[in-house]
């Protein structure tokens, strides 16, 4: 065997790789990451009072499963889902059926739990139409 040819061999352990598996971000994951910026970005710079209770990635633990929101006001219970790519060619992520299944459940288990659930693209986030509703949202239901 000639050492280019192990170079290409990987040995596993217990049905796991040497190497390290480092997972890049696509080009659709960053560009949703931008939007998700800059909708933190109008949260923080708005007239919310409350933005630090506003946190990123966060995951609900009395719903039973590990999703991810993109934003979560804990105290107030309200979620914002950043919905990216929804101008793509293709079926992939959230616009197959198993996604858009897996959104409905996580959505639907949220408001179950009287969660609020914003869901915004980036589209109105360009156009600030998003913050505009999440103001007026949080000063006629939550701080009245």
Known sequence: MTTSSMDKIQFTIKGRSVKPKVKTPSLKQAQN??????????????????????????????????????????????????????WSKGQSGHKSGAGITKDHEKYNAAQFHGYKVFQVTSDTIRNLSAIDMLVRFYKEKVFK
């Open 33 to 86: 990451k931008k939007w998700e910026d800059m909708l933190a970005f109008q949260l923080r710079t708005t007239s919310i009072p409350h933005y630090p209770l506003f946190v990123r990635e966060w995951i609900i633990p009395e719903l039973g499963r590990k999703w991810r929101w993109d934003f979560c006001d804990i105290q107030n219970k309200v979620c914002i889902e950043v919905q990216g790519s929804i």
